[in-house]
């Protein structure tokens, strides 16, 4: 039986009742497979000596003698201090809520204390204790045998015999001492019984232990070396049937197995391609890659694609005609009637490298072949503004052009949603409306959803399903959409391959031609004066401004009730009446009507209003060239990957731009890290690795709520060696059972 199977209710182990099974339950346990599942977030080796002198070494075990009592505070408030001292230092155990050890740890008592110490009043010291009495004998011995040798050896034997104690994170009411038991009493009861989950020439190949052993060692640990062991297998394993899940899904989607590299699956694209010129028409230096990729890019243009490459005022990128040759590729491949399979792409870039417009090239391509197109996008806002420059862009091309949100009348909202279903629109851009339940699509070939770590991965599931449909091969039995998922904030490779190692992963790198980088500022608060100097120099050259605050409106939040934070609507009125009186200034945020927002986002693109006060809805897709100011206050308050894209905001021209962190006195570490982080780079890869280091893969991009990474003990970065070893065993046994891939 594996673990995950062990169904029988926590309930059913001696000394575990409804009380306890109640507390176990905050913790999501319920079974004995939960609870055996639940790992240690770490281990109180107590079978180390560690003397109350070393205490700044970590936790000291040792032996000494009560030699006082003392007393502070008045009432219910009055606390026992306990005074213990060994042959090396004296210290203090402070008892809070504990007045009955004044009887168990009695002066003259000899005790053996582990616990966390630290120096605090000119005191060695600790309220995180475990005390118990001994046998004076035992400690007299102790203390006899170093007064002779004056060495320890006495000692460290003594501890080598104690345990080695799991560790577990608890919930209120829920003790170290009752999961120990319970745990201990299913491993007696349920651990022999488990078998294996990963095969067992990979557990002898890499020296791994079996799954009842490891369980055992992972809970109750006979030495630190057997708890490391067990941990390690523990990683493996987990990180292994990951990459199993991410295989068999890139099987689904492309029907082959993802490249080790980040890169590999896209260059291979373009390397075929250039070596079929090679064989037919003499091919241009096969060692020059830009050369490469600019035959492909030209070579492979659809009708559409040509016509709006034509009509741009500018050259497209390197990187950027790279995507659009492999996503080309991809397309062509997903319409081969003998074997489709569909596109799976995420495509990363920072912000203002270009990415919507070589989405729109993917559209076109899609549209050439007949199908239809949907751009999802998280806010009205910007899914207006990509509906905007599709306009501009497209309709020259003959596109057909739709924008739908949930704010569409009724009216206009019938017919549109007709044309839909009709096949008449060739795009549709808009909100989480794309995937309600009465939009129909005659057949929907692509989905394109912007700033993916905002959605589920039930909501992307929801737009593939309103185009998949029935297939007449027999291979597939149905054809999924094309899927590209596009990301302003660049995703650390390591990261990259262990959640979406199921998908192609196209860079854009490069930034368009004749951008200036942007010039960021570090300004302590109270010296704002100097900042508002600096932005009026830029007001009066005609250019525009940002001024973003964490908050909408003073004690926002009941966390920031009573701090000293500025609001969005507070700094509007002083800006306005004090600060910039002689300007034109609007305020948006996320309370504001949708229509409103998009009048003063309309205004302020036409440089009618020249300071946007603002709160982080102007994070994403606001794009506004003349802009060059961006001044974000308490920028402390804010994430890494969020000053990046506020950031980004500004320099969207060849005019110089500027960013102003304003910060206050109390900044953390991690704080300060950001900071320097963003003064440092422009460049957003390096700012996502600061980022991935500062908050760890679960938080970054949401992935865990997204529905992606669902891991428990292994983590991808710090476990990438594990990680690399398990996906390459994972990818063999797919290979040995599904020939082909």
Known sequence: MKLREISVPVTSLHGVGESTAKLFSHLNIFTVGDLLSYWPRSFDDRTKYVPLKDFQHGKVNTVAKVVAHEWFGYGNMRTLKV????????????????????????????????????????????????????????????????????????YSDYFSSKKILAVYPLTAGLSQTAIRKAVARAIKEYAKGISDEIPEEIIAKHKLMHKAECITAMHIPKTMQEAERARITLIFEELYQFQIQIGMRSLAHRGKLPDDSIFASSSSILEEAALSRENTNGAPDSDSAKAIIEACFLDGLSPRQKKVLESLLFELTI????????????????????????????????????????????????????????????????????????????????????????????????????????????????THALFSHNVQYKDLRLAVIDEQHRFGVLQRNAILEKGRRAADTAETGYITPNLLMMSATPIPQTLALSVFGDLDISVIKSMPSGRLPIKTHL???????????????????????????????????????????????????????????????????????????????????????????????????????????????????????????????????????????????????????????????????????????????????????????????????????????????????????????
Do not use: W
């Open 83 to 154: 005074i213990i001292e060994d042959f090396s230092a004296r210290a203090e155990l402070v008892c809070f809520n504990r007045p009955f050890l004044e009887k168990s740890l009695a002066v003259g008592f000899s005790v053996r204390v582990n616990g966390s110490f630290s120096m605090r009043y000119g005191n060695i010291q600790s309220s995180a204790f475990e005390a118990e009495s001994i046998p004076s004998e035992t400690a007299l011995e102790l203390e006899a045998d170093f007064a002779k040798t004056k060495s320890t050896q006495k």
């Open 523 to 741: 300004t302590k608060q109270g010296s704002e004066e100097n900042v508002y100097r600096y932005v009026r120099a830029e007001l009066q050259q005609g250019r525009q401004a940002y001024f973003v605050y964490p908050l909408i409106e003073q004690g926002d939040t009941d966390e920031d009730r009573g701090n000293s934070l500025k609001s969005a609507e507070q700094m509007y009125e002083f800006l306005s009446k004090k600060i910039f009186p002689e300007y034109k200034i609007a305020l948006i945020h996320s309370k504001i009507e949708e229509n409103e927002q998009r009048e003063i986002m309309s205004q302020f693109n036409q440089n009618k209003i020249q300071i946007l006060v603002a709160t982080s809805v102007v994070e994403v897709g606001v794009d506004v060239p003349n802009a060059t100011c961006m001044v974000i206050e308490h920028a402390e308050r804010f994430g890494l990957a969020a000053l990046h894209q506020l950031r980004g905001r500004v320099g969207r021209s060849s005019l110089q731009s500027h960013c102003f962190l304003i910060y206050s006195e109390k900044l953390t570490e991690d704080g300060k890290s950001r900071l320097k982080a963003l003064f440092e780079s422009n460049d957003g890869f390096f700012i996502a690795e600061e980022d991935l280091r500062l908050r760890g893969p679960g938080e970054v991009l949401g992935v865990q709520q997204s529905g992606y990474l669902t891991l428990s003990i292994a983590d991808p970065v710090r476990d990438e060696a594990i990680m690399n070893v398990a996906r390459t065993e994972a990818f063999e046994y797919i290979r040995r059972t599904h020939p082909g891939a």
């Open 319 to 430: 990187d950027q005609k790279k995507v659009i040759a492999e996503m080309n590729a991809d397309i062509d491949r997903s319409y081969d009637l003998k074997k489709p399979y569909a596109m799976a792409r995420l495509l990363q870039g920072d912000v203002g490298s270009g990415k919507t417009l070589v989405a729109f090239f993917a559209c076109l391509r899609v549209i050439d072949y007949g199908g239809q197109c949907a751009m999802l996008a998280p806010t009205e806002l910007l899914a207006r503004q990509h509906a905007e420059n599709a306009a501009k862009l497209l309709q020259n091309a003959g596109v057909s052009l739709a924008f739908l949100t949930g704010n569409i009348k009724a009216a206009g909202r019938n017919l549109l949603l007709t044309e839909l279903k009709n096949g008449n629109i060739q795009l549709v851009i808009g």
